[in-house]
């Protein structure tokens, strides 16, 4: 008898140890990550009202172009309004480099990339996938950013 009720007793406890509540997770607070997929990209590009000038030619996003994994779409604009970003853009297709970017309010991009307040990619730097404030198509807002790092990772 007294092996039941302590069998019974271990039982309840790993219940409640294991079925316990969850803590309350606050949504709103956490950064989605705004690494855009090619599909992403491609339809902002061809909707899109923005002034746009290509560094590297235009993306080609066909899974099976040339060198495809060793390149990195970046865009990045000069004007923010809400959760669009638009103004003046410059799309970037290419491998590890440091843009200079004055001026720019928002950048989306298919792989990870560095952004930092001082030319050269200097200074205080972030990453992309810690985005702080997301907006709309998969952009992330970076005011004060002047130069952007993109690695060939």
Do not use: H
């Not at 099976?64 to 799309?91: D, E, F, H």
Request: aromatic share 6%; charged share 10%.
């Amino acid at each position: 008898m007294q092996f039941s009720t302590l069998l019974i007793s271990i039982v309840a406890l790993a219940t409640a140890v294991v079925a316990g509540p969850t803590p309350a997770v606050d949504t709103d607070n956490i950064a989605a990550v705004s690494i855009i997929s090619d599909a992403e990209l491609e339809n902002w590009l061809a909707t899109t009202d923005a002034d746009l000038t290509f560094i590297g030619g235009r993306p080609n996003f066909t899974p099976l172009a040339k060198r495809a994994a060793q390149s990195t779409t970046v865009t990045y604009c000069n004007k923010r309004v809400g959760s669009i970003c638009g103004g003046t853009c410059t799309v970037y297709t290419g491998g590890a480099t440091c843009l200079p970017a004055p001026d720019t309010a928002c950048i989306a991009s298919t792989k990870d990339v560095g952004f930092c307040d001082q030319a050269g990619c200097n200074g205080d730097c972030n990453v992309l996938s810690q985005c702080g404030t997301t907006m709309g198509s998969g952009f992330c807002a970076t005011p004060g950013t002047m130069s952007i790092l993109v690695s060939s990772l």
